[in-house]
């Protein structure tokens, strides 16, 4: 039932007012981030917030495509994810062809540790309900389980940093970068091409049920995937490397960790490499994934003070259920190299193969997670 003008009136000044504070907050943060760190941190968290306003606002989520794609034959939600990887590579690999000393792609290599970590967490994203970027924005609009996973989920990916080494040794290759190997139309036109036949696939998984026309558009869906496509080259830009989640997490939990006395980075093959050294001896604010990461919550924070989302009353089991599922989330998204985010789109979008790999095996998982799901009641 539509309510009367003056309730919608009241209503939209509530929520303007309920803005109004957080609106001042993000902007505060940004000066801040200008004057203490720089115009670089700033403007990341700035395209951040843009994220996480497109991933509340639209629902833009990766996990719940896959869904509805395997449940209800609506394959919307993957058509939408499909033209953002088109778009994001479009722009990227030119990108990464014309500045190969200043911008660098998403490569992980094919190793044992991607196919376990893939299939695993595509599993636990459909019983956690997101993905890294999901339960960023989910957790920023408040929703318990989400909030409550965020934790698990740093914790998960630091351990999965710190035993990256053990499971890289039982076999990896060398990453391959399609832009390196192929050049950036060569690149374009091979992804392009996997494009095309993904979005073949999915239309004939969805007549599978019976439809003769599946849903496959939604508007809302397309503008909000193109919108996420431009921040994420964007960020590329701005960052010098692609828009990951899942390190920011790690570095998080390996910072509290080295700060309690309970973890050595210099005994952690991950952690003493040079780079991720000196990320543990700065401020998190240098951090580039760590700002996205801020910015999505603030953006998503913003969203849901308009109107708040429903939430499930969930059992104790199921609690216990969905936090298992995010230790996993994080711990298999580090063995994976990245989580839909950083292995998908930031991964197919600069020419990963890995990419290609996490899709079809997080796809697998996803078969799984799906009906476990469903078994556990969520």
């Known amino acids: 039932m539509s309510l ?37 941190q700033s403007a990341l968290f700035l395209v951040g917030v843009g994220m996480g306003g497109i991933l509340a606002g639209a629902r833009f989520g990766f996990t719940t495509g896959w869904r509805r794609l ?30 190969p000393n200043d911008l660098m792609a998403a490569l992980g290599p094919p190793s044992i540790s991607l196919l376990v970590g893939a299939f695993v967490f595509g599993a636990a994203m459909q019983i956690a309900d997101g993905c890294g970027s999901g339960t960023l924005y989910k957790a920023g609009m408040g929703i318990p389980l989400n909030m409550a996973i965020l934790p698990m989920f740093v914790l998960g990916s630091f351990l999965g940093s710190a035993h990256l080494d ?10 391959v970068g399609l832009v390196n190997e192929a050049g950036p139309l060569g690149a374009f036109g091979i992804t392009l091409l996997g494009l095309v036949i993904a979005g073949g696939l999915a239309l004939a998984w969805a007549r599978r049920g019976g439809a003769q026309t599946p849903s496959c558009v939604d508007r809302r869906l397309l503008v909000a995937g193109a ?11 701005l960052a010098g490397q692609p828009w990951g989640v899942v390190y920011g997490f790690g ?38 994934t760590t700002i996205t990461n801020l910015g999505i919550l603030a953006g998503a924070l913003w969203i849901s003070a308009r109107k708040a989302p429903s939430a499930t009353r969930l059992t104790g089991r199921q609690w216990l259920i969905g936090l298992l599922a995010g230790f996993l989330l994080g711990y298999s998204s580090r063995l994976a190299f990245g989580c839909n985010v950083g292995a998908m789109v930031s991964g197919i979008s600069t020419g990963s193969l890995h990419g290609w790999i996490w899709v079809a095996l997080a796809f697998c998982g996803s078969l799984i997670g ?6 556990y009641g969520f």
């Open 4 to 40: 009367p003008p003056a309730a919608s009136a009241a209503e939209t000044a509530h929520s303007g007012a309920s803005r109004l504070p957080l609106t001042l907050a993000i902007v505060a943060a940004l000066i801040a981030l200008a004057w203490f760190v720089s115009l670089r």
């Open 166 to 175: 053990r499971w890289l040794s039982l076999g990896a290759t060398a990453p």
């Open 227 to 237: 919108g996420l496509a431009l921040l994420a080259a964007l960020n590329l830009v």
């Open 70 to 99: 395997i449940e209800q034959r609506d394959a919307s939600g993957v058509i939408a994810q499909l033209g953002l990887l088109a778009v994001a590579a479009a722009i990227s690999m030119p990108l990464l062809a014309a500045f």
């Open 251 to 288: 570095l998080w939990g390996a910072k509290i960790a080295t700060a309690a006395g309970a973890f050595d980075p210099t005994t952690n093959a991950f952690w003493s490499q040079p780079g991720n050294f000196n990320a543990l001896s700065q401020t998190v604010f240098l951090d580039v």
């Open 370 to 375: 799906v009906r476990l799901r469903r078994r």
